[in-house]
């Protein structure tokens, strides 16, 4: 009796051992799984139409709020480097007045993960002079970081400069 009593002991211990084993191999095979995917190329290229919208509204703020507290601009046509808000509001109060439409020309995208890239290359901008409405094409490198926070793609770093052989 003693014999069966251990043979139905280990037979459920083994048991155990099986479903055990089993359940540890489900949740490593699912682990990650909830972890944030990354983002693909298209969507971080997208962010910057976003952010060329924004200009076609004509209003700074709007263009700001593409921007995270803390992001620094570096922008295209102004030495004044600007490191807050009221800074990138009062930057782009002036750029807007020119009525920028922007469009890029080469771009690289490095996704670096699932919060944060970078979109680099060459973009264009068609501006309108207030007083006269004549026309110039300015071409300029570019670089926007991103982060997601909040649930929401930021600007972090935004550095852009003309061409210097343009």
């Known amino acids: ?30 682990a990650g799984t909830d972890a944030p995917k990354k983002p693909g190329k298209k969507e971080i290229a997208g962010l910057f139409n976003g952010w060329n919208a924004a200009l076609r509204t004509g209003d700074a703020d709007a263009v700001a709020d593409r ?3 803390d992001a620094v601009l570096l922008p295209t046509v102004s030495n004044k480097v600007r490191t807050d808000r009221a800074g990138i ?9 020119k009525k920028p439409v922007g469009k890029k020309v080469r771009t690289i995208i490095n996704v ?25 094409v300015v071409e300029a490198r570019y670089t926007y970081e991103y982060e997601k926070r909040g649930g929401q793609w ?10 210097p052989e343009g």
Do not use: C, W
């Open 1 to 30: 009796m003693i014999r069966r009593s251990m043979t139905k002991r280990a037979a459920i211990v083994t048991a155990t051992a099986i479903v055990a084993v089993g359940t540890v191999g489900t949740v490593a095979a699912t």
């Open 154 to 163: 930021k600007i972090v770093n935004h550095h852009s400069s003309a061409m």
């Open 112 to 136: 670096l993960d699932s919060n944060s890239a970078i979109d680099t290359g060459v973009y264009e901008f068609t501006l309108t002079d207030p007083d006269t409405g004549a026309q110039r």
């Open 89 to 97: 509001v009062d930057y782009f109060q002036h750029f807007l007045e």
């Open 67 to 69: 921007y995270a507290k």
